[in-house]
Nanobody
Framework: QLQLVESGGGLVQPGGSLRLSCAGSGFTLDYYNIGWFRQAPGKEREGVSCVSSSDGTTYYADSVKGRFTISRDNAKNTVYLEMNSLKPEDTAEYLC???????????????????WGQGTQVTVSS
């Protein structure tokens, strides 16, 4: 079965960094648009970032622009989310998502994805 496995979450102090990983199981991620979403208690699910399979185009939510970077390592069948200058408001469960649309740029919309990971918790606190 197609699966996405997230890792790299944890507890970090404000201003620190974390690198999240999203590994594909049962399929090759380079044919898929990949996104990261996050869910915090009492808040709506938010699209954080995505990377397109066709041309590598990336998009970021305004709240993380300039601090987060999404990247792909096709050899490892993994997508990363490098998070820098973390703030307490970044605390959330982060989920990796995928859809096979090789010739279409990614979007930060949940409706565009049909494969979802289980999530990894990120907590930013002093």
């Amino acid at each position: 079965q197609l699966q996405l496995v997230e890792s790299g979450g944890g507890l970090v102090q404000p201003g620190g960094s974390l690198r999240l990983s999203c590994a594909g199981s049962g399929f090759t991620l380079d044919y898929y648009n990949i996104g990261w979403f996050r869910q915090a208690p009492g808040k709506e699910r938010e699209g954080v970032s995505c990377v397109s399979s066709s041309d590598g185009t990336t998009y970021y939510a305004d709240s993380v622009k300039g601090r987060f970077t999404i990247s792909r390592d096709n050899a490892k069948n993994t997508v990363y989310l490098e998070m820098n200058s973390l703030k307490p408001e970044d605390t959330a469960e982060y989920l990796c998502v995928a859809v096979r649309v090789h010739f279409r740029r990614c979007k930060l919309s949940t409706a565009d994805y049909d494969v979802w990971g289980q999530g990894t918790q990120v907590t930013v606190s002093s």
